[in-house]
């Protein structure tokens, strides 16, 4: 069974449907990966490579930023992407804030 | 009942010209104290389309008030029963006129007035039983897909969600407005950090501005509700980023063009797919916008949804009074446990079992399929949620709702 489901086209991110283990050995799009650590379901792999600064897209839509260059295959969480709106939203946080 | 041609539903013809998908006879309480005999003189007719509905409060609320009148007047309804205690505030004979206009039977029992609570439950039986085999006769009408109105709400979400139940509702959406058909979603305040990205869907620059107003609006109201958790949360379940978490629920609206935004109770004018904007204007005043699943629904009905999808995760159990909920479950495992509640198990994408365009076009057959008559698993379970209570609301400017 596959692991990993495509929400939206042009997405350059995958979702795991069933829980990848440590260690365990993944068929990707021809390539062998093992992860170090579990990776669980709802979680984001890169379908291909994301360089730094690129949008990283689920939905179809731009989810945040590559904060590095990440490799095709790798796991995609707050180590390596931001979102584009948290400075927007605390902007918006402190004025209510200070009413 | 094919996907690609034209679609056509036998319904209830009303005199306003719209066509209901089911013939239902409503009784409204009009105040908390009425509550009571509305229920009795239902519980007379378990077999039967009777569904009770009902304003609470005392004080009078304009909100309350249209709710009330555009529920008693929904294409869904046959006949309708007002019972009213006699001292308060509601306008029960506005809203008694308003129903005779429509042409459906409608009688007022004053409990006071009629002598109490026994008399008045016997007043009340007597009249539904008059009114269902009247609505019997009701004309009935080629309702064509393009005049369905179908509303979209998720409850009880998991992580599973945004993965399957969702994507598959917005699919679903694209394929209703494909049709012809209007769609409505809502729930602003799961759409803070994509604000840019709705208005950027919208049919004008104007409206495009006012969907970022009303997120705006919303990310405000729910923090001073102390309902501030829209920082990304969650990351244990996969989530990165604000913006993904509030995709995961704004993904049920699909990719269509918004055609315009309307407040609960405004009837969308035109075809297309539109944003309901639930959140009070104003300093905030009542307490939560929505606390529950069933307000929503209930809104989107008043609004003339001829049904609602509920996606859900974890499992929500409810239907609603009027228009039939069409339960749409995320969760393969919730599915299994739960499977006489849910009408569609997208949970099954995950187990590769389906693909998310394949349980869209499950959706759009079980629509069609309800609109002729089958009953939704919350149908047949007999549930009939309802609940209504303050708010306020300007009207709509005119970048709400642009010519088409």
Known sequence: MEKLLRIHRDDNVLVVKRLIGAGEMMRFDGEELVYDYPIGLGHKIAAEFIPKGEKVIKFGIPIGSATEDIPKGAHVHLHNLKSDYLPTFTLDHEFIGKK | ?404
């Open chain 2, 1 to 404: 009942m094919s996907l690609s041609g034209k679609s056509e539903i036998i319904g209830y013809e009303r005199a306003d010209g719209r066509i209901g998908i089911r013939n239902v006879v409503v009784i409204a309480y009009l105040v908390e104290c009425a509550h009571h005999v509305a229920r009795r003189i239902s519980m007379y007719f378990p077999d039967d389309p009777v569904h009770v509905i009902g304003f609470s409060g005392c004080y009078p609320n304009s909100y309350a008030d249209k709710m009330m009148n555009a529920l008693c007047t929904h294409p869904n309804v046959g006949a309708v029963l007002l019972v009213s205690l006699g001292c308060e505030s509601f306008n029960r004979n506005r809203l008694l006129a308003n129903v005779e206009a429509s042409g459906r039977p409608v009688k007022l029992i004053g409990i006071q007035g009629t002598g109490g609570t026994g008399r008045s439950i016997e007043e009340g039986k007597a009249f539904v039983q008059s009114a269902l085999s009247e609505i019997a006769h009701v004309p009935r009408a080629v309702l064509p897909f393009e005049d369905m109105i179908i509303g979209v709400v998720s409850g009880g979400s998991d992580a599973t969600s945004g993965l399957t139940a969702n994507p598959a509702a917005g699919r679903a959406f694209d394929k209703i407005v494909e049709m012809g058909a209007t769609a409505i979603f809502e729930n602003t305040g799961e759409m803070i950090g994509l604000e840019q990205h709705m208005a950027g869907r919208a049919v004008t620059a104007d409206l495009g501005k006012v969907l970022i107003e009303t997120v705006n609006k919303a990310a405000r109201y729910y923090s001073i509700m102390g309902h501030g958790s829209f920082a990304p949360g969650n990351a244990e379940g996969g989530l990165t980023t604000l913006e993904e978490k509030s995709m995961g629920a704004y993904c049920k609206s699909g990719s269509a063009p918004i055609v315009g935004l309307i407040k609960p109770a405004d009837r969308p004018g035109r075809k297309g797919l539109y944003l309901m904007d639930i959140v009070p204007d104003g300093e905030p005043r009542f307490g939560f916008p929505n606390p529950n699943d069933i307000w929503e629904m209930n809104e989107l009905i008043a609004s003339g949804a001829h049904c609602v999808l509920f996606t859900t995760g974890r499992g929500s159990v409810a239907g609603s009074a009027i228009s039939p909920v069409i339960k749409i479950c995320a969760n393969p495992e919730t599915y299994r446990r739960m499977e006489g509640d849910m009408d569609i198990n997208a949970g099954k994408i995950l187990y590769d079992e389906a693909t998310t365009d394949q349980v869209a076009d499950e959706i759009v057959e079980k629509i069609i399929r309800v609109a002729h008559g089958e009953m939704t698993c919350s149908e047949s379970l007999g549930h009939q949620e309802f609940v209504l209570g303050y708010k306020s609301f300007e009207p709509l400017g005119p970048a709400c709702l642009p010519a088409g």
